[in-house]
C-alpha cells in the first residue's frame, strides 16, 4: 500500500458535462492528482440528474483515468450542503421533518425513522448499483444539530418514545 494520498472531487453530473468548461476541469482534476470522482446523483429526497445525464458523466470521467463513483444526501443536511443552503430544494412534503429538542422543525433534514425517505433512499442506492457503481457515499449531517451540549438528533415523538 502506498503512503501517497488518494484525492477526491465531487460534481453534479452536468457540470462535469458542461462542454463550456469540461476540458479544463478534466485537466485540473488530473493536474491535482484527483483520481476518484463522486457523482452528486440525490439530495433532499431529489434527484439531480437524469439516469442519462448520470450514466453519460461516469462514462466521460471514466474515459479519462478517474474511478467513478456515487454521492448522495439522503436524510438531509442541517442548514443545507448544496451552495450552503441557498437554492436547496429541501426535503419532500411527504417526508417528516426533523424535530429539534425545542419541538422545531430543522430545515432540510428528515427524521432518520422516517418510512418515505428510507424507502425513496433504498430504491436510489440500488438504481445506482443497476447504473454499475460499486460505492455509494451517504454524505449525510446525522448528528443534525448544532454544536454544543443539548440533546442532538431527531426530537419527534416516536424518536423519543424509542429513545
Given at each position: 500500500m502506498s503512503n501517497a494520498l488518494?484525492?477526491?472531487y465531487d460534481f453534479i453530473p452536468s457540470e462535469i458535462l458542461d462542454p463550456a468548461t469540461r476540458e479544463q476541469r478534466i485537466a485540473q482534476m488530473k493536474s491535482a492528482g484527483v483520481e476518484t470522482v463522486w457523482l452528486d446523483t440525490y439530495a433532499y429526497g431529489n434527484v439531480?440528474?437524469?439516469r442519462k445525464e448520470t450514466l453519460a458523466a461516469k462514462?466521460?470521467?471514466?474515459?479519462?483515468g478517474f474511478c467513478v463513483q456515487a454521492l448522495t444526501?439522503?436524510?438531509g443536511h442541517g442548514g443545507g450542503a448544496l451552495n450552503g443552503g441557498a437554492g436547496d430544494p429541501g426535503i419532500p412534503a411527504h417526508w417528516q421533518g426533523r424535530i429539534n429538542a425545542r419541538g422545531q422543525v430543522v430545515p432540510f433534514t428528515s427524521c432518520v425513522r422516517c418510512e418515505s425517505m428510507i424507502k425513496e433512499s433504498r430504491d436510489v442506492a440500488e438504481e445506482l448499483a443497476d447504473m454499475g457503481f460499486?460505492?455509494?457515499?451517504?454524505?449525510?449531517d446525522l448528528?443534525?444539530?448544532?454544536?454544543?451540549?443539548?440533546?442532538q438528533g431527531c426530537c419527534c415523538p416516536a424518536c423519543m418514545q424509542a429513545f
Open positions: 488518494h484525492f477526491h439531480l440528474a437524469s462514462s466521460l470521467l471514466e474515459s479519462h444526501v439522503p436524510v460499486t460505492q455509494l457515499f451517504y454524505d449525510d448528528r443534525v444539530g448544532p454544536w454544543g451540549q443539548a440533546l
